[in-house]
């Protein structure tokens, strides 16, 4: 079976273009989670959706995020402006109804905004 | 509210040793708590998880922890080192009573070093 799919890998984007991540969750999964990593403050989840609706956008960091799930296989996380300190390792995650299920989570999309 | 700690953000053992990342956590209703490892340039894998039952969670490559109520510890474990353990682990704390959708907080990880 795929994994979680999330394109582009690799992002270089100038400052205040927009930029669009993509991910492809695990067919099946109810939930799925989008996640920031950086060195300064680690792994932070932005928001969550079940069954394609935004449950918790708490951890969006201001309205420059925004996030959509059109439909069960397909979910984008947009900035707009960018910013320099966007630039981070973006993961996206996926997982069945239980809460006690296991996040699958995808190899990422390295953001850099120059 | 629910947060995880990690003490030591760089562990380093020799091949063939005892490997013992530590965690803590703090959380107000019983936890759902877990191990992922992390890869260069990959994402979380899921090494272990515990839930409820038995508080020794025997997970991939070797690893266990042990969930210690008493002490708010769930640290990983490894009787032997491999090269190929070198990686960054994370604990995870989740909130048990939540009904659904997992909302993990992350400690800030902690990177092995394997040396021969």
């Known amino acids: 079976d795929a994994g979680v799919i999330q394109s582009p890998r690799h992002e270089v984007t100038e400052m205040g273009q927009e930029v669009t991540l993509r991910c492809k969750p695990i067919?099946?999964?109810?939930?799925l989670f989008w996640y920031r990593q950086t060195m300064m403050r680690g792994l932070e989840l932005l928001i969550y959706f079940n069954n394609n609706v935004p449950i918790d956008d708490s951890g969006m960091p201001e309205d420059r995020f925004s996030a959509k799930m059109p439909n069960a296989s397909f979910s984008t996380l947009k900035i707009q402006p960018s910013e320099p300190r966007d630039s981070a390792v973006y993961f996206c995650?996926?997982?069945?109804?239980?809460?006690?299920?296991?996040?699958?989570f995808g190899p990422g999309t390295r953001l850099t905004v120059l | 509210a629910q947060s995880v700690t990690q003490l030591g953000s760089h562990v380093s053992v020799s091949e063939g040793a005892l490997v013992l990342l530590r965690c803590n956590y703090s959380s107000s209703v019983p936890p759902y708590l877990f191990w992922y490892v992390q890869y260069p340039n990959q994402g979380l894998q899921l090494l272990l998880k515990y839930t409820t039952g038995a508080t020794l969670v025997k997970g991939i490559n070797g690893f266990e922890a042990e969930f210690k109520k008493s002490e708010t510890s769930f640290h990983l474990t490894k009787p032997s080192a491999h090269m190929s353990d070198a990686a960054e682990y994370f604990c995870a704390v989740s909130d048990s009573y939540t009904g659904g959708g997992n909302k993990l907080t992350f400690g800030t990880g902690t990177q092995l070093k394997v040396e021969l």
């Open positions: 067919s099946g999964h109810d939930y």
């Open positions: 995650a996926s997982m069945r109804a239980s809460s006690t299920d296991t996040q699958y």
